[in-house]
């Protein structure tokens, strides 16, 4: 390891020993175990496309465990998981959240170590590591030293913040960067400005409002990767995108199971821009915001219904009347024509960059109230979600 590698380590140590940002339910009751791996289930098996039956028997390693909160209901699926972990404060509580809450603790392992430290000759199934690459010195060295340990036909379950997603994340570090140069003030800066923002996140998450900022503001290294960045590491390392969420391709495929080739996404790896824009600004829920882009799909959808009706069930004794046919076709083609999901897109996106322009002007006069009377009256910057905060990919290693 070089030096700075070696330095980025110790400052991440540093700071996730003050305030460990894995702690989610180990100091809560059963309830909220129960909840948190209620909504894991539904990521894997519905989002994810990787029921919790794809875990049984199988050997698993998380690089970066933390506090074991995002490995332990792997545990309980069936996979025999080694933790590797360099924060001796974290591993603790990971052997509490194993010994409360799986039926066969001896089963699993803990190793105190960093990922660039880390050697084994043993291969494992299943590889997981979420929420830890962007905060080491070399994301792409370390994302080909946990490939490493997977097992040909073997899963890698990989997940951190993306670039654009996390675009708003770092335009508040750098608020709170000229505006504080220690820990304490940080947290009050912090709290002063994005209060609306922590309060979100504690009531989704329920972790300490101290925990997030460290996680999101305090923390030194935060190099969040892109989806092409992504697609590269894979094709680099013998792996084939297997499934993400949220969702990274556009809804424009069309091969069906019989096509001998079909396209793979990592053929293209600008594959996920126009994705990469709506995170860049998401702030509303999706069940909000789909509808509202979405708006121009439904006079395409009555337009679309009436043309291909028509044609339905045709047999040897239907008939076709030419113009109204024709007409059908043309009111259809004026409906497509008009069919655009970046319309409403587009609009939001005219102001959010202007207010970040404006954010940057206002930031530079050094008055820390005129920026927090800037952010409250801001449309789309700083307001709900603030981005996609983290994206999860699952691959496989090419037999």
């Avoid at 297997?242 to 594959?271: C, E, N, R, T, W």
Wanted: glycine residues 4%; charged residues 30%; hydrophobic residues 35%.
């Amino acid at each position: 390891m070089n030096k700075d590698t070696k330095e980025v380590e110790k400052s991440t140590l540093k700071t996730f020993q003050e305030e460990i940002p894995s702690i989610y339910f180990s100091d809560k009751d059963i309830q909220e175990f129960e909840k948190y791996k209620k909504n894991a289930e539904y990521l894997y098996r519905d989002l994810l496309k990787f029921p919790p039956k794809m875990f049984d028997n199988s050997k698993l390693i998380d690089f970066g465990a933390g506090t074991g909160e995002n490995t332990v209901y792997l545990a309980n699926w069936g996979a025999k998981c080694t933790l590797v972990e360099m924060n001796n404060k974290a591993q603790k509580i990971s052997k509490e959240v194993f010994q409360k809450h799986t039926n066969n603790y001896q089963d699993h392992k803990f190793i105190l170590s960093s990922i660039f430290d880390f050697t084994s000759e043993e291969k494992f199934d299943i590889v997981h590591c979420r929420g830890v690459l962007s905060h080491t010195n070399d994301k792409e060295r370390a994302f080909s030293k946990i490939s490493s340990f997977l097992r040909p036909g073997g899963y890698l379950i990989f997940g951190d913040p993306n670039k654009a997603g996390g675009f708003q994340n770092m335009l508040q570090r750098y608020i709170i960067y000229k505006f504080a140069d220690d820990w304490d003030k940080m947290v009050k800066v912090a709290e002063y400005l994005f209060k609306e923002d922590i309060d979100r996140s504690q009531e989704a998450i329920g972790r300490t409002r101290r925990a997030i900022i460290f996680d999101r503001w305090v923390i030194q290294k935060q190099d969040d990767p892109s989806i092409k960045e992504v697609l590269q590491w894979l094709d680099s390392n013998n792996l084939n995108l297997y499934s993400s969420y949220p969702p990274i391709i556009p809804s424009v495929l069309g091969d069906s199971a019989h096509h001998q080739i079909k396209f793979k996404p990592q053929s293209f790896k600008d594959i996920g821009v126009l994705t990469e824009a709506v995170w860049l600004m998401q702030n509303e829920s999706d069940k909000q915001e789909i509808p509202k882009i979405l708006q121009s799909f439904l006079e395409l959808s009555q337009k679309q219904s009436s043309l291909t009706s028509y044609m339905s069930d045709f047999n040897s004794n239907s008939e076709v009347n030419k113009n109204e046919l024709k007409h059908l076709i043309e009111e259809y083609k004026k409906a497509f024509a008009k069919t655009n999901i970046i319309t409403h897109l587009s609009k939001r996106m005219d102001i959010f960059l202007e207010e970040i322009k404006q954010l940057l002007d206002t930031v530079e006069t050094n008055d820390i109230d005129r920026v927090k009377s800037f952010i409250s009256n801001t449309k789309y910057l700083f307001r709900g979600a603030l981005g996609v905060r983290h994206v999860d990919f699952i691959a496989y290693k090419k037999p």
